[in-house]
Nanobody
């Protein structure tokens, strides 16, 4: 059983920064593509970013490109999301996910099947 635990969410003013962390249990962390998604009230879950198993490739949604950075530490079984220049539109519950299929494409919105999900961490950006 794979368990994911996010942390690092909170309240921040527009223009500020937060770093989210996601600790993953188990000995197969390095075999997963790791993802971040977010879910704002009244909207569909939205893809944010993914990083491949070795960290060699990263991909971002257009809405966060240039402001968010995904990274991973396979020795610590942890994936991170550094969020800079935050905007009120970034307010959402942020979820990390582990993809055992190592997909290299996710639809911009929706909830992909077959992923392991964390419980989410709330990010609130005030204007």
């Amino acid at each position: 059983q794979v368990q994911l635990v996010e942390s690092g969410g909170g309240l921040v003013q527009a223009g500020g920064s937060l770093r989210l962390s996601c600790a993953v249990s188990g000995r197969t962390f390095s075999s997963y593509t790791m993802d971040w998604f977010r879910h704002a009230p009244g909207k569909e879950r939205e893809f944010v970013a993914f990083i491949t198993r070795t960290g060699g490739n990263k991909y971002y949604a257009d809405s966060v490109k240039g402001r968010f950075t995904i990274s991973r530490d396979n020795a610590k079984n942890t994936v991170y999301l550094q969020m800079n220049s935050l905007r009120p539109a970034a307010t959402a519950v942020y979820y990390c996910a582990a993809d055992p299929l190592s997909r290299t494409y996710y639809y911009p919105t929706g909830t992909p099947q077959g992923l392991y999900w964390g419980q989410g961490t709330q990010v609130t950006v005030s204007s």
